[in-house]
């Protein structure tokens, strides 16, 4: 069998990113994604609808939609992907939310399997997070690459839950996950280029009890968008960006925070000679 090489050279203009934006209720996630230029967001939870801007599903007598099934997802966003922006016009399709798309999944699995449970999926042993796994893997290679060649971007919105790591090489350790199951988490945060994290820094005193007691107590917070890894939450990107910008509060700009990341990224791309690409 003979096949030609292609060729090598650096991308002048970055292609459409896949983004994993995640953290605790009120932390602002899907204002943030709301920044993004001309999204869609596909409703597997309410969340979205409150911002004014274009949801699927919609009906104008119900204002409550939501996904259906996995299989709504995957015919909309291979449709998406297949006709482009020259049928659909939108810079960004946005997921609002991973944690409760999961369920559709596992229904999906359940389904196929003939069982009530995840957990009894091919007699158990993990076997039906395997499939599901699967299935998030056909979500963030297999269909967000198509997106990227339609000039799309992908964007899935997940919540946060408490975890452990546990380190082979020391002590385990408590720490903030996304509300998904360990190895459907896995694959999605493998594969996103970026995995932004939004919370709040607390800052905290201490007051001098006497008999050497203290109470500890919080005097404010200053919300963050973390970009690097932490000890207490994964984050990572792959243009140079900063590992935390301070996202101001702001009731007459509630999008700042998305207007930060592309500037940041439009001058970690410019100190490699690149272009970002819309953002």
Known sequence: MSFQLRGIGVPAVQPPPFIVVWGPEGSGKTSFCAGASRPLFV???????ALGMPCYPYDANDATLTLDSFEELRQ???????HGQAHYPYDFVIVDSASSLEPLIHAEVCAQAC????????????????????????????IQQAL??????????????????????????????????KRASA??????????YLGWETRVAQENLGFEKTHSYGTGHERKMYLQKTPF??????????????????IEHPTV???????????????????????
């Open 43 to 49: 409703c597997a939870e309410q969340g979205a609808r």
């Open 76 to 82: 909309l966003l291979w449709s998406i992907a297949q």
């Open 115 to 142: 069982v009530a449970s995840i957990a009894d999926v091919g007699g158990g042993f993990g076997k039906g997070h395997m499939q599901a796994a699967n299935r998030w893997l056909e979500v963030c290679v297999t």
């Open 148 to 181: 990227a060649r339609a000039g799309i971007g992908l964007i899935l919105i997940a919540h946060q839950a408490q975890g452990k790591n546990e380190r082979a090489e020391g002590s385990s350790y408590d720490e903030y996950k996304p509300d998904l199951n």
């Open 187 to 196: 694959v999605v945060l493998r594969n996103a280029e970026h995995v932004i």
């Open 233 to 250: 939450a994964s984050a990572k990107n792959r243009w140079g960006l900063p590992a935390t910008i301070d996202i101001p509060e702001s």
């Open 257 to 279: 925070g998305w207007d930060l990341f592309k500037n940041a990224a439009a001058e970690a791309l410019a100190r490699r000679g690149q272009q970002a690409p819309v953002l």
